[in-house]
C-alpha cells in the first residue's frame, strides 16, 4: 500500500477517535449540567412547598380566629 493511503487511513482513525472522545467527554459535562440543574429545581420546589404550607397553617389560623369572634357574639 503506498504512504499516501497508509497516512489517510492514520489520519481517519485518529480523528475518528478523537471525535468519539470529545462526543463522550461532551455527553458527561451535559449530564453534569443536567444535574445541578435539576438539584436547583428540586430545591425551589422544597422552598416552595415549605411557603405553601406556612401559608395554609396562617390561613387556618386566621379562619379559627374569625369562627371563636363571630360564635361569641
Known amino acids: 500500500m ?3 493511503w497508509q497516512e489517510l ?4 482513525g485518529g480523528n ?3 471525535g468519539g ?3 463522550y467527554l461532551g455527553k458527561i ?4 449540567i443536567g444535574r445541578k440543574e435539576q438539584a436547583a429545581i428540586d430545591e425551589r420546589l422544597k422552598r ?3 411557603d ?3 401559608l395554609l397553617t396562617k390561613n387556618e389560623h386566621f379562619h379559627q380566629i374569625s369562627q ?3 360564635s361569641q357574639s
Open 21 to 23: 472522545l470529545i462526543i
Open 16 to 18: 475518528a477517535v478523537l
Open 9 to 12: 487511513i492514520i489520519n481517519l
Open 2 to 4: 503506498s504512504s499516501f
Open 48 to 50: 416552595l412547598e415549605q
Open 68 to 70: 371563636q369572634t363571630y
Open 52 to 54: 405553601h404550607e406556612k
Open 29 to 32: 459535562y451535559l449530564e453534569r
